[in-house]
């Protein structure tokens, strides 16, 4: 008797969720509004943005060098050394710049596997060339590093990049 009360409550349970549900797609498809359990309410901005332009504040820069640890020295007696303006000035190289790669002339087309060694060798197009390899082997200065499911880890030019399976 017990299991049974138990089942009729389950049925009943079952019926409600379902009637929920079907109460709320029968209002969605409707162009009537469902009633709103949650009221939304306008949160108030976290930062006031402050518009400096119009500022009258100016910055008071006329102090002492907090660095400059002479005690007998003030801030403008300190002259530059005759040794410093003697020495060659460094001229500073600009960063050599490294050559763009073309990534979109790299194209990996697919794989062969070779069920005798259980090797996998991958088609790349490299600007043009086809090749076969397998991993740690080069062609056309691509060097093949790591063989994944659908895509290869290559290294050209100093540079590595996964290449997805065109």
């Known amino acids: 008797m017990k299991n049974k009360a138990l089942t009729y409550l389950l049925i009943i349970c079952v019926a409600a969720v ?10 969605g498809l409707s162009d009537e509004e469902l009633p709103s359990l949650k009221t939304s309410t306008v949160k108030s901005a976290y930062f ?7 500022d ?3 910055l008071n ?26 020495s060659p000035a460094v001229v500073k190289t600009p960063p050599v710049q490294k050559p763009v790669i073309n990534w979109a002339a790299i194209q990996y087309t697919g794989y062969i596997n070779n069920p005798a060694n259980k090797q996998k060798l991958a088609m790349l197009n490299i600007q ?6 397998a991993e740690g082997q080069s062609a056309n200065g ?5 063989h994944l499911g659908d895509s290869v880890r290559v ?6 990049k996964y290449i997805r399976i065109k």
């Open 128 to 133: 043009g060339k086809e090749a076969l390899l």
């Open 61 to 86: 820069l006329n102090y002492p060098d907090p660095f400059f640890t002479s005690s007998s020295d003030t801030y403008q007696e300190k002259k530059v050394s005759e040794d410093v303006l003697r």
């Open 48 to 54: 006031n943005e402050i518009n400096h332009l119009h």
């Open 142 to 146: 691509l060097k093949l590093i790591k």
């Open 56 to 58: 009258t504040v100016t």
């Open 155 to 160: 290294q050209f030019q100093g540079e590595t």
């Open 18 to 27: 379902w009637g929920v549900i079907f109460y709320r797609v029968y209002a």
